[in-house]
């Protein structure tokens, strides 16, 4: 596993109600496609996940869970609702699996 570190990071922030003379010329504002988030766009929208699993790299693809839920995991697996979990019949023992003892 790759361990990175950030070095001499600085930040500024501009609002576009303030009447300032200075101009931003480093703030960055983003209007991002269909299932992207973030300040650059960088995440995933809830329901959707990232194709390769990297940050800045791959697409976001919609979770393909057919109705049963509306998100899935960073590998698109979709997650097990809890209505799904307590509305399922509860498993019935075969009878070729039972003992009868005499």
Do not use: W
């Amino acid at each position: 596993m790759a361990l990175y570190r950030l070095d001499s990071v600085s930040l500024d922030t501009a609002s576009p109600n303030v009447i300032d003379l200075a101009l931003a010329t480093e703030v960055e504002h983003c209007e991002c496609p269909q299932g992207y988030a973030g300040i650059s766009c960088e995440s995933c929208l809830s329901g959707y996940y990232r194709v390769d699993g990297i940050l800045f790299g791959g697409i976001c693809q919609p979770c393909e869970c057919h109705g049963h839920t509306a998100e899935c995991d960073i590998h698109g697996v979709c997650f097990v609702s809890l209505t799904e979990v307590l509305s399922a019949p509860t498993p019935q023992p075969s009878q070729s699996h039972l003992l009868v003892q005499k």
